[in-house]
Structure formats: structure tokens, C-alpha cells
């Protein structure tokens, strides 16, 4: 299994990228997201499929929590690799173009899954800075001057931040040299003997250095920037699954403090930056003018609930783990939407869009039914995991947090909705309606993924809710055993 | 004779916070490098042989010849031959950096006293180290100054891991130093791209991008 998700897709990419011919680089994309899926369900069913020698298998495996944020990462993937047909088809790109475009991206997916499945926090940090340095190509794919400088801010901030959570990982085992090895479950498994002054020491470190990729405030500086001049499937990606697999390096670390019986500093510094993400999200949001920031604010929002979420302990992990599912699918097809309206319009001000619905329908309404995913309108998931969040602040006695988290929503959601709406109502400049229309691979993503979140919404299907449930559990203090789901 | 390599290791970053010349940052990174080489080879009793090779090829090859020599290529031939005046003065980075070793020799102490397996004397210095490549980064202008810099940074959590007694797996070793070097040559590769598209490479043209 791991041969197939680490090995395979970057196999495919260095083919496409010395065929250089559009059918295999369709077949190369395509065939790794699929792939991706594939492999997600076969180990969620227990099938079991070993390539690899033992010595190499030790430091990849997937466990429950593994499992949930890879079948994310994978269903975020293939929507993204559909799209990307729509985006070389718009921008005309040739053959060696799209070539180059396809190994970055599956070099950035393959570095990610490093992440996800690594077993060794050494380990995990070499993977994150790879998908530092691989996305940072993908950022500047377009090569204007702006992008040069979003990417040299990403790239910059970035390996900075990542170089202080070595030092994390450093002090983690001068604090733990009884235990001698820097795997995670040696790590949960003898976790009370570490010195807790070193183990929170290392959190600090850890927090800040993994926080600057997940872009949690006040280390968000990168985000909008990089955000916004990526192409739009790679700023799709990079908010729902980057993000997201840098959130999984620091639950990972959450887990050894929790078994530590430490989680009171550790959840201390979760919540702070949660609030302060929502409020520097909140402010920016009122005064943003272009419409892809927006959206890389918002992440710094939803990233800052689920830090509010985990820092919560118990009560709030589920909400944590639903609002990431539910965050990942409804950014992505924002994302993947404003791609459209960038190519329509040829602009990313908000006020130099109106009318979106009359010029382009489908585009118009999926970018309304996004927006109401993200903030969280029932049917959607977001609206559910909110609710656990704030029930949860009430369950912990801390009722005045939540009128705080409920404003700073309040304020948010008035923000966007302000520009999505002044977006899609209005003339649209151009004579009848309808009058663009783009490829099905523009839009069919996003349909897929809205409606995979209203079943989640209405009604949960018992697989996605067991797989939530399992990864709530795995970070809580509950002592669930470092049980893997199944296969290795 | 380690405590001698340590005090000199942080006296090369009193003389960086100092200095104005880039060429004299590049010679003073290839010098960290080889004093990281010699302190290797004082512990050499306490590790494994392979470990000792990597670290070989980790210090004295890539810390001390290739990187230095790969950024003054790169430097020659964008003709950067001075930092810009920094935003705050020679003088005044030169007493801030003074504060910080003070800092770090607290930090020394205080590591001593709490029990973990720790040399205090590594702790203290790499803190500082740390800590004055990330003022220096703050305080100067010029990118190449900055990537520079950041392999001070690299070069004092190095010092900071020679100070563990555990290994780390070999796999993960080599991925750390493929990381480092790949970051470099990409860092590299942009900083000739901004000194092409803009005019001058210092990071107060970069400023296309807020809210």
C-alpha cells in the first residue's frame, strides 16, 4: 500500500515529465488521484498489500487518524487533478508545460502523504519541509512578479519556521532520552517519563514551527499571499489538504502531552492562537479586496476553529475532526470556483466582479452554495461542527468563550457574505444570460464535493462517522490503544 | 578543547553582526562549518561508524566547501558585494548581539539545572546562535543576506543536535540534509529571479502583496 502512495504517483510524474504528451499526462494525474482513492478504501476494508522491505515499512503505516486525513487528502486530490484538465485547456498550456505542472503536483501529493503516514517525528519533519519546497514551484507556476513574491515569502517563512521545529524535535529527545527513539508510539507508549519542562519546551517549538504551515495566526504571514497567486487547483490544495496534514504533525504531538498528562499547556496555546486567528481573520475580512485572499482568510479562520476545537480536549475533538472534513471539501471547491471567475473576469478585485450569476449560472450558484458550506448554513457540516464547538465551551464552563467565538463568526460571515453576494447579483456588464460557459471539469469537482457534504450534513453514513469518531478518540486522553486500522 | 570550539563557533556570530561585506558572511559560514567538523571529530569516541561518516560528509564536504562555494558563485555573479544599511546599526546589532550570548549563557544555566541529558554549554550557544541569525534576518536588508543567515540558523540547530547523545535513524539524516540542500538551491534560484525582475534584491521591493 505505502509502495503504491509514496512510489507510484512520483513513478507517473517522472514519466509524464519525459513523455511530455498530453495523453500520458492525463493518464499520469488521473491515475495517481485515482490511485490515491483506491488506496483509501482498500485500507479502510483491511486489504493488506506489502512491497517493501520490513526496515522501510517500520517508518510509514497508516493509523486511524492517518486513514481519515489521507481519504481527505485523496478525495481532495482527485478533485483537483479533474479540475486541472479544465485549467490547461483555459490557459492554453502546452504539452511540456502541463508536463512539469503534473510532476510538481504529485511530487507536493506524494510529500504530503510522507507527512500523513510518517511514524517517526524526524521523519515527519523532513516530509514537511518537502512540501514546502515542492509547493513552492507550484506557487510560482505562472511566473508573474507578483507570484515571485508570494513564493519567496512562502518559501522563506516557511523553511524558517520548519527549522525551529527541528529544534522542537530536538529538545523532545533531550527530554526523552530514557526512551531513546523519536517514534511515535514509543513516544505514546512511554510518554509520562518524558521531562515535561523539555516536552513542553518542544511543543512550543513544534507549535511554531508546524503552526507557520498551517497558518494559524500570527504566523499566517505567508498564506494570503501564496494563496492568492497560486494557480487557483493549487491554492485548492494547498488549503485543503496542506494545511490539513500540517494540523495532523501537530495532533500528533498533542497526543504525546495528552498521554503525558500535560494537555493543560498544550490546549492553553491551542486555544489562544484558535481566537487570535478568528480575530485577525475577522478584521481582514472587512477590508480584503481581493476576492482569492478572502478565501486564504477564511482559512485562517477554519484552521483557527479547529485549534479551538482540539484545544477544548475531549468535548471538542469530534467537532475538530468534522469541521477539517467539511473545511477541506468546501475550500476546495471555493477555490476551485474563483479559478473560474478569475478566467471569466480576468481580475481578483471584488468590486471589478458583479453579476456572476447572469454570465456564468453554474459558476454563479456553485460559488453561493460554497459559500453557504463554509460558513456553515444547515445542511452543511460546518453548521454541526460549530454547534459541537460551541456546546463544548458550555460543557467545559467557559460560556463566555463561546459568545467570543460567536461574534468573531458572526463578524467573519458578514464579511465574506458582503463580497460573495455583491459578486454574484448585479449586472454582469456582458448581454445575455448565460453567455459563458466553461468545460464539465470546471465545475462537475465542486458539485461532487457539496453534495458529498450534504449527505455528511442531512445524514451521516456510519463510515464517515466511525472514522471521525475513531480519530477524535485517537487524540483524546481516552486510552485508546496505538491500534492501526488496518494494512501497513 | 569542545568548550574552546563552542566560544569560538559563537564568536564568528559577534563578527557577522558586524560586518558589512557578503563575501565576509560567506567565509564566515565555510569557518562555522569547519569548526562543526572539528567538534565532530572530539566526540568521535561516543558514535557509531556510520554515523560518524555521515557527519563527516555533513560538516567538512557540504557545510564547509559545497554550500559557501555555491553561494559565492551565485553572489559573483549578481555582483552584491555589500549589505545595504541595516535597520539598525552596526554598533547598536553589535550590542544586541552581546545581550543575546548573555541570554544565552542564562539559558546555559537554567539548562543545567533542569535535569535532562543536556552539555549546557551547546544549549547556550546554539540558543544564541539561533537566536542572532533570526535578528540578523530581522535587521538586514539584502536576500542574499537572509539566505545566508539562514544557514547560520541550520548551523546552530546543528549544533544544538550534536548536544543529543541518541542517533537519529540514518533515513531520517539523510532526508534532513536532502531537505537543507534542496532549500538552498531553491532559495538560490528565486534570489536570481528577483534580482532579474526587480531592481535590487534587497526585501523592501517586495512589497506588491497586503491588505
Known amino acids: 500500500m505505502i509502495t503504491l502512495v509514496i512510489i507510484l504517483p512520483l513513478v507517473f510524474g517522472v514519466i509524464s515529465f519525459a513523455a511530455k504528451s498530453r495523453i500520458v499526462n492525463r493518464v499520469a494525474l488521473l491515475g495517481s488521484a485515482a490511485l490515491f482513492v483506491v488506496v483509501a478504501l482498500m485500507v479502510w476494508l483491511g486489504i493488506d498489500w506489502r512491497w517493501l522491505p520490513d526496515w522501510l515499512l517500520v517508518y510509514f503505516r497508516f493509523d486511524c487518524i492517518g486513514l481519515f486525513f489521507f481519504a481527505v487528502m485523496a478525495i481532495v486530490f482527485a478533485g483537483v487533478s479533474v479540475y486541472s484538465l479544465s485549467y490547461f485547456s483555459e490557459h492554453n498550456l502546452n504539452a511540456r508545460q502541463e508536463s512539469v505542472y503534473i510532476l510538481e503536483i504529485l511530487a507536493f501529493v506524494v510529500a504530503m502523504a510522507g507527512v500523513i503516514l510518517a511514524t517517526n517525528l524526524a521523519l515527519l519533519w523532513v516530509f514537511v519541509e518537502a512540501t514546502t519546497l515542492t509547493s513552492a514551484l507550484l506557487i510560482y507556476f505562472e511566473k508573474k512578479k507578483s507570484s515571485l513574491e508570494a513564493t519567496w515569502k512562502y518559501i522563506y517563512i516557511c523553511s524558517i519556521g520548519i527549522a525551529l521545529a527541528f529544534v522542537g524535535i530536538i529538545t523532545l529527545s533531550i527530554g526523552s532520552e530514557r526512551i531513546g527513539s523519536l517514534f511515535f508510539s514509543d513516544l505514546y507508549l512511554h510518554a509520562s517519563e518524558i521531562n515535561p519542562v523539555w516536552l513542553k519546551l518542544s511543543f512550543a517549538f513544534l507549535f511554531v514551527g508546524l503552526g507557520t504551515k498551517v497558518g494559524v495566526a500570527p504566523i499566517h504571514a505567508w498564506l494570503p499571499d501564496a494563496h492568492s497567486e497560486a494557480p487557483s487547483p493549487v491554492s485548492a490544495l494547498l488549503s485543503g489538504t496542506l494545511l490539513n496534514s500540517a494540523f495532523l504533525g501537530i495532533l500528533r504531538v498533542q497526543v504525546i502531552l495528552v498521554r503525558a498528562d500535560q494537555q493543560a499547556f498544550s490546549n492553553i496555546i491551542l486555544l489562544l492562537t484558535g481566537f487570535l486567528s478568528l480575530l485577525v481573520s475577522a478584521v481582514y475580512m472587512l477590508r480584503v479586496k481581493n476576492y482569492k485572499r478572502m478565501l486564504a482568510y477564511s482559512s485562517v479562520e477554519n484552521m483557527g476553529i479547529m485549534f479551538i476545537g482540539v484545544g477544548l480536549g475531549q468535548p471538542g475533538l469530534f467537532a475538530a475532526m468534522l469541521q477539517t472534513l467539511a473545511h477541506s471539501f468546501s475550500k476546495t471547491s471555493l477555490f476551485l470556483t474563483s479559478g473560474n471567475i478569475l478566467h471569466s473576469y480576468g481580475t481578483k478585485k471584488i468590486e471589478d466582479v458583479q453579476g456572476l450569476l447572469k454570465r456564468d449560472p453554474v459558476t454563479g450558484w456553485i460559488w453561493m452554495a460554497s459559500f453557504l458550506a463554509i460558513i456553515g448554513i444547515p445542511p452543511f457540516p460546518i453548521f454541526i461542527s460549530k454547534f459541537f464547538i460551541i456546546r463544548a465551551f458550555w460543557v467545559n464552563g467557559q460560556g463566555w468563550l463561546a459568545v467570543l467565538f460567536f461574534l468573531f463568526i458572526v463578524v467573519v460571515t458578514f464579511g465574506m457574505g458582503k463580497a460573495v453576494f455583491r459578486m454574484a447579483f448585479g449586472d454582469s456588464g456582458i448581454e445575455g444570460a448565460g453567455s459563458v460557459r466553461p468545460a464539465s471539469s470546471a465545475y462537475l469537482p465542486q458539485i461532487v464535493l457539496l453534495a458529498a457534504l450534504v449527505i455528511v450534513g442531512i445524514n451521516m453514513p456510519n463510515l464517515v462517522n466511525e472514522m471521525l469518531s475513531k480519530a477524535a478518540a485517537f487524540v483524546s486522553s481516552v486510552p485508546a490503544p496505538v491500534a492501526r486500522v488496518a494494512g501497513r | ?211
Open chain 2, 1 to 211: 578543547m569542545t568548550d574552546i570550539l563552542i566560544i569560538l563557533l559563537g564568536t564568528t556570530m559577534l563578527y557577522v553582526s558586524s560586518v558589512s561585506r557578503i563575501e565576509a558572511y560567506v567565509k564566515t559560514l565555510a569557518a562555522q562549518g569547519f569548526l562543526l567538523f572539528l567538534l565532530v571529530m572530539v566526540g568521535v569516541k561516543e558514535m557509531s561508524w556510520l554515523n560518524i561518516a555521515f557527519l563527516v560528509f555533513e560538516t567538512l564536504i557540504v557545510k564547509t566547501v559545497v554550500i559557501p562555494y555555491f553561494l559565492l558563485t551565485v553572489i559573483r555573479r549578481n555582483e552584491t558585494p555589500r549589505e545595504i544599511e541595516p535597520y539598525i546599526s552596526q554598533f547598536y546589532s553589535l550590542l544586541i548581539a552581546s545581550g543575546i550570548f548573555v541570554f544565552g549563557f542564562v539559558a546555559a544555566f537554567w539548562a543545567a539545572r533542569t535535569g535532562g541529558n543536556i552539555k549546557p554549554l551547546y544549549f547556550g550557544i546554539s540558543i544564541a546562535i539561533m537566536m542572532l541569525s533570526l535578528f540578523l534576518i530581522v535587521n538586514r536588508k539584502r536576500i542574499i543576506t537572509h539566505i545566508l543567515c539562514y544557514m547560520m540558523l541550520e548551523n546552530g540547530i546543528f549544533l544544538l543536535s550534536l548536544s543529543v547523545a541518541n542517533e537519529l535513524p540514518m533515513l531520517v539524516n539523510i532526508g534532513v540534509l536532502l531537505d537543507l540542500f534542496v532549500a538552498i538551491y531553491l532559495f538560490a534560484i528565486f534570489f536570481n529571479k528577483i534580482n532579474e525582475i526587480y531592481d535590487g534584491s534587497h526585501v523592501d521591493v517586495l512589497t506588491e502583496l497586503k491588505d
